[in-house]
């Protein structure tokens, strides 16, 4: 399966859009893509995994790596996930303690009015 990236602006957060499978052959164009947000100016940034369908270790490593770049940068990083089987993977290697996960865009941005339910 293919890797789709796509970008937008939410509030003063840029989300970057993924879908498809992050894997060994896909995780250089994700990586490349983040470095290029970061390199540009972005210091906040949201991955939305939404419409992943496949993360492997080396995708994770990309994510790691942003995180890292960004927090250099002084900037922040997140993810929205709510996919069970990826959530999964978050916990299973602890990475669920390293990223702040978020169910939606609008709360990892901070955006709209629904706030959390009681």
Known sequence: MELSLATR???DH???EVGGEVDV???PRL???LVELVDGGARNVVVDLG???FLDSTGLGVLVGALKRLRAAGGTFG???AKEPLL???RITALDQVFPIHPSIDSATGSGSAGASA
């Open 9 to 11: 602006t939410v509030a």
């Open 14 to 16: 840029t989300v970057l």
């Open 79 to 81: 993810l929205v996930c």
């Open 31 to 33: 990586r490349e893509r």
């Open 25 to 27: 052959y896909t995780a």
């Open 51 to 53: 419409r992943v369908d």
């Open 88 to 90: 999964k993977i978050f």
